[in-house]
């Protein structure tokens, strides 16, 4: 038997929009992890070379937040997973509207239904909209046990940081459509970031390769750029891009976490309790050199590639809850629920555009009128639509379906137990 | 093989590419010392065959090569397009052509400029409250950021005798020729036209009917644009459009017995009469594609080789003293009787 409850402002319900926004970019489900004091979403995308996990604190996001576990003493979590459409489609855009037009709440509430006895577990949410009226959707979820990715920050001696909008900024240059990005420390002062989708090789199809681009940046423009020079890492263009957006939505500084090529990534940013973490698989570049990449520092016994490997806790959490006999910390270990001075919370930017492919900057309807009409495609059409199709999107229904896919996430695979001491496990990498 | 040059101008650059890219994917551009050449010859549709002055471009031009300091590539201009694209607000924009990988490339080095005047950037020195171990000192000059952005487009270098055996249509004298009221206009009304022909057809997927646009002019400042089919006829008239004189240094027969001479002597300049036109029926879409070449500005004149071709030639704005860059776009009538259906 569980209880969860919260209460979200119309803010903090427009800040998991923009989340679920980010996390549907990664990933078909979204999974839930409730606990006393914090509740995460978690993202786990179908290659698990890139994993998410954004942390909401329960006391600084909600307006209230309630949790309790009848299992598991103050250590009990609540697990599950949905659709992050289905999610989407209830937190809807728009829910933070100064100006109260359609889709503006007064306060959201969620609640969790989740009895063995009851014949329907649901995570309900009530939108309280003005005038009384009160939205309510009940969604399904399936249980499943949540995964987190390690990631040690001692090891990633690498590090960088800079406002995610000067970030948003660079990889608007960036051609659509590039799979990779390297991020080069060059040895003259500047930062490369270099998109692009594969090896160029001469031959026919040399004419149908991507562009591809490169950003150099100053790194005095970075608010910390601590790299070693002519370190070459490879991650998805297109993660780093979801990344970039979701922070921009924080208004926050992004930082980045590495040590070495096929070592994972973090990506770290947060304010007003919201914590965001994107851990990525990384490769190197093709045509580094062999002296560029350093050489591997006490690399474990465990295959590299898999070293994202699954654990019921993330160790860096572990060493700060207050329930967990605090270990020696690391003095360079950095207090994620840090308020970022200055920031304040303002009503949220509206969201990206989801599936737009207007990257590029100066994409002016000037421009676009001169455009051949595609007459195919056109929306604009004279004469009768009968069909009721239009109002489908108004009204979301959920159907009761029972049979959802299991996840990668379902599969319970616990690395770490979850009283261990992390002095005991420090063997492990 | 050297060619290197830095744009002067990004934004007719972006708009010639763009224009280009509507008619197809890739353009074979010809660089000589006193021209650019852009070429595009679609499998089917309009060609467009641009001779462009370097400086309506280009500031600094350098191109070098084994055959006779001429360079021909063939360019994705999708590509090309987007490159330029980002380079709408750069304080310096350079093209080369460079090899990476032994792949020819396009590379353009986009130079932006920004004082940063949002908060993205440290202006004050960054406290150390965020966790990190090691203060960050270094300082911005001035307080203004440099970023470097070098975009690379792949291109195929193509030998002088691959480009020999392409060459640019010939045409007899034309019938009319007129020049065209703002573009924007008639690509506003053309669009409309054959939207409303369409109307019924149902054009779901690929196999929407083919419309076909009627564009006829006399030597009387009479454009006339109209749209049949089973169900209607639209038509758009222009009067007080203007024939400009022909050049006698540019033809080669005599003007008295020109074809557009002989055209002047029919039709009037209302327009009602039925006498003194040249007409060709042309592709809708294709139509479209071509307008798309209204965005550069320029001035359009029109020559009418009536039932058989219509050439625009599109004369870029210039400053004073530049050369005169003209794009001249091919277009075939497509025959007579009732629209294609498919």
């Known amino acids: 038997m569980v209880v969860l409850n919260f209460t979200l402002t119309p803010e903090a319900a427009?800040?998991?929009?923009?989340?679920?926004?980010?996390?549907?970019?990664?990933?078909?489900?979204?999974?839930?992890?409730?606990?006393?004091?914090?509740?995460?979403?978690?993202?786990?995308?179908?290659?698990?070379?890139?994993?998410?996990?954004?942390?909401?604190?329960?006391?600084?996001?909600?307006?209230?937040?309630?949790?309790?576990?009848?299992?598991?003493?103050?250590?009990?979590?609540?697990?599950?997973?949905?659709?992050?459409?289905?999610?989407?489609?209830?937190?809807?855009?728009?829910?933070?509207?100064?100006?109260?037009?359609?889709?503006?709440?007064?306060?959201?509430?969620?609640?969790?239904?989740?009895?063995?006895?009851?014949?329907?577990?649901?995570?309900?949410?009530?939108?309280?909209?003005?005038?009384?009226?009160?939205?309510?959707?009940?969604?399904?979820?399936?249980?499943?046990?949540?995964?987190?990715?390690?990631?040690?920050?001692?090891?990633?001696?690498?590090?960088?940081?800079?406002?995610?909008?000067?970030?948003?900024?660079?990889?608007?240059?960036?051609?659509?459509?590039?799979?990779?990005?390297?991020?080069?420390?060059?040895?003259?002062?500047?930062?490369?970031?270099?998109?692009?989708?594969?090896?160029?090789?001469?031959?026919?199809?040399?004419?149908?390769?991507?562009?591809?681009?490169?950003?150099?940046?100053?790194?005095?423009?970075?608010?910390?750029?601590?790299?070693?020079?002519?370190?070459?890492?490879?991650?998805?263009?297109?993660?780093?891009?979801?990344?970039?957006?979701?922070?921009?939505?924080?208004?926050?500084?992004?930082?980045?976490?590495?040590?070495?090529?096929?070592?994972?990534?973090?990506?770290?940013?947060?304010?007003?309790?919201?914590?965001?973490?994107?851990?990525?698989?990384?490769?190197?570049?093709?045509?580094?050199?062999?002296?560029?990449?350093?050489?591997?520092?006490?690399?474990?016994?465990?295959?590299?590639?898999?070293?994202?490997?699954?654990?019921?806790?993330?160790?860096?959490?572990?060493?700060?809850?207050?329930?967990?006999?605090?270990?020696?910390?690391?003095?360079?270990?950095?207090?994620?629920?840090?308020?970022?001075?200055?920031?304040?919370?303002?009503?949220?930017?509206?969201?990206?555009?989801?599936?737009?492919?207007?990257?590029?900057?100066?994409?002016?309807?000037?421009?676009?009128?001169?455009?051949?009409?595609?007459?195919?495609?056109?929306?604009?059409?004279?004469?009768?639509?009968?069909?009721?199709?239009?109002?489908?999107?108004?009204?979301?229904?959920?159907?009761?379906?029972?049979?959802?896919?299991?996840?990668?996430?379902?599969?319970?695979?616990?690395?770490?137990?979850?009283?261990?001491?992390?002095?005991?496990?420090?063997?492990?990498? | 093989m050297r060619f290197k040059a830095s744009i002067q101008n990004t934004n007719t650059f972006t708009k010639l590419t763009a224009s280009f890219n509507s008619l197809g994917p890739l353009a074979w551009v010809k660089l000589d010392a006193e021209h650019v050449h852009f070429t595009v010859i679609p499998e089917q549709g309009t060609q467009v065959w641009a001779v462009v002055s370097i400086d309506s471009i280009f500031d600094t031009y350098t191109v070098q090569s084994a055959a006779n300091n001429v360079i021909n590539l063939e360019v994705p201009l999708v590509l090309l397009n987007r490159a330029l694209k980002t380079a709408w607000n750069a304080s310096s924009a350079q093209i080369r052509l460079t090899k990476k990988d032994n792949v020819p490339l396009l590379a353009l080095t986009i130079v932006t400029t920004s004082s940063s005047s949002h908060a993205g950037f440290p202006t004050a020195p960054t406290n150390n409250d965020d966790g990190f171990d090691a203060p960050f000192e270094q300082q911005l000059g001035g307080n203004s950021r440099e970023t470097i952005i070098t975009q690379e487009v792949p291109v195929r270098v193509l030998a002088p005798d691959v480009v020999a055996g392409l060459h640019e249509p010939q045409c007899r004298e034309p019938d009319v020729h007129i020049l065209l009221p703002p573009l924007l206009q008639l690509k506003s009304i053309s669009d409309r036209f054959t939207k409303l022909s369409l109307i019924g057809k149902s054009g779901n997927g690929s196999a929407a009917p083919r419309t076909r646009l009627e564009l006829s002019a006399n030597m009387h400042g009479c454009l006339k644009l109209s749209i049949k089919t089973d169900a209607m006829s639209i038509s758009s008239l222009w009067t007080d459009l203007s024939n400009p004189e022909l050049d006698p240094s540019q033809i080669t027969m005599d003007i008295a017995d020109h074809p557009s001479t002989k055209m002047k002597q029919l039709g009037s300049a209302d327009g009602r009469s039925e006498e003194g036109w040249a007409t060709v029926r042309i592709d809708a879409r294709d139509w479209g594609k071509v307008m798309s070449v209204g965005r550069l500005g320029g001035r359009v004149v029109a020559c009418f080789c009536h039932e058989f071709a219509l050439i625009l030639y599109v004369y870029l704005p210039t400053d004073n003293g530049e050369q005169e860059s003209v794009l001249t776009y091919y277009l075939k009538t497509t025959g007579h009787g009732t629209p294609l259906s498919s």
């Not at chain 1, 427009?14 to 990933?27: E, G, N, Q, R, T």
């Not at chain 1, 660079?170 to 390297?182: A, H, M, S, T, V």
């Not at chain 1, 060059?186 to 591809?212: E, M, N, P, V």
């Not at chain 1, 108004?394 to 996430?409: C, G, I, K, V, Y």
């Open chain 1, 14 to 429: 427009a800040k998991v929009h923009d989340i679920l926004i980010c996390l549907a970019k990664f990933s078909d489900t979204v999974a839930i992890e409730a606990r006393r004091e914090r509740f995460t979403f978690t993202a786990l995308n179908s290659s698990k070379s890139a994993y998410a996990a954004l942390t909401l604190d329960g006391n600084q996001f909600f307006a209230s937040y309630e949790f309790l576990s009848s299992h598991g003493g103050s250590d009990g979590r609540f697990t599950c997973s949905m659709y992050a459409k289905a999610l989407l489609s209830v937190f809807k855009a728009r829910l933070n509207d100064p100006l109260r037009r359609d889709g503006a709440i007064d306060r959201c509430e969620v609640s969790i239904q989740d009895r063995p006895d009851a014949t329907q577990c649901r995570f309900i949410v009530k939108m309280v909209c003005d005038q009384g009226v009160i939205k309510t959707y009940k969604l399904t979820y399936e249980a499943v046990d949540v995964m987190h990715a390690l990631f040690d920050r001692n090891a990633a001696k690498n590090r960088w940081s800079m406002h995610s909008s000067a970030m948003k900024e660079y990889i608007e240059y960036f051609g659509p459509r590039n799979e990779l990005l390297d991020i080069v420390a060059g040895q003259d002062g500047r930062a490369i970031f270099k998109t692009y989708t594969d090896k160029l090789q001469s031959g026919k199809d040399i004419l149908k390769h991507s562009l591809s681009t490169a950003v150099a940046v100053n790194t005095g423009d970075f608010e910390e750029f601590k790299v070693d020079s002519g370190l070459h890492i490879v991650i998805s263009a297109k993660d780093f891009k979801a990344i970039v957006a979701h922070a921009v939505t924080l208004k926050t500084n992004l930082k980045a976490y590495y040590s070495q090529p096929t070592r994972p990534l973090q990506f770290s940013y947060g304010s007003d309790g919201v914590l965001c973490e994107f851990t990525l698989m990384t490769s190197g570049d093709y045509d580094a050199s062999a002296n560029a990449t350093p050489a591997p520092q006490q690399i474990p016994s465990r295959t590299a590639s898999q070293a994202q490997s699954a654990a019921t806790e993330r160790i860096e959490d572990r060493s700060i809850r207050s329930e967990m006999p605090p270990p020696v910390e690391p003095a360079s270990r950095a207090e994620p629920r840090r308020r970022i001075p200055g920031s304040r919370k303002e009503t949220t930017p509206k969201p990206p555009q989801p599936g737009s492919q207007g990257l590029f900057v100066s994409q002016d309807d000037e421009d676009a009128r001169w455009e051949p009409v595609d007459y195919n495609n056109e929306e604009e059409t004279l004469g009768w639509d009968a069909s009721a199709e239009h109002d489908a999107a108004l009204f979301p229904t959920f159907r009761d379906n029972a049979s959802l896919s299991r996840t990668e996430t379902a599969e319970s695979n616990d690395a770490v137990a979850p009283t261990q001491r992390v002095s005991q496990i420090k063997g492990l990498w």
